[in-house]
């Protein structure tokens, strides 16, 4: 008698393969280890990535705010909206370069706090440097 390598199914001595699964078909007396179906686990999501997630919303909100319901000059809403995209990618980028230093596993509850005081602390920054930037290109407008 053999028996099938996959679903154990028995056939007589002249069978070679499975008729269900098409699988090659071994001796009885002779025993190979069992095979073991792969169980996918889940997929780890970087400290970036996930940091890449909230800075992409936080974005897309202000950026939403800043141009549907801000008033005020064009060149400021351009300043405003790039000192946002300059802010959530200084903070993806230290939370990468934190991460990678601990070397750690970053579940969502550090990420978040890390790039939302990264994100406030570089946007406010950058968006200083702009007004003042936009502040002398207005005097020598004038």
């Not at 699964?21 to 400290?47: F, H, M, R, T």
Request: glycine residues 6%; hydrophobic residues 50%; positive net charge.
């Amino acid at each position: 008698m053999k028996t099938c390598s996959y679903c154990g199914k028995e056939f007589s001595d002249d069978a070679t393969i499975c008729v269900i699964d098409g699988n090659p078909l071994v001796v009885n007396n002779v025993s190979l280890p069992s095979i073991e179906p792969c169980v996918a686990s889940k997929p780890y999501q970087s400290p970036g990535v996930r940091a890449a997630i909230i800075s992409g919303t936080i974005f897309l909100f202000i950026s939403f705010r800043i141009v549907a319901l801000g008033h005020g000059l064009v060149l400021f809403k351009i300043g405003a909206v790039t000192s946002v995209l300059l802010g959530c990618a200084v903070a993806v980028s230290v939370v990468v370069l934190c991460s990678r230093r601990s070397r750690k596993v970053w579940p969502w509850m550090l990420v978040i706090p890390v790039t939302l005081v990264s994100y406030i602390v570089f946007a406010r920054l950058f968006l200083l440097a702009i007004s003042i930037v936009l502040g002398f290109l207005k005097k020598d407008s004038h």
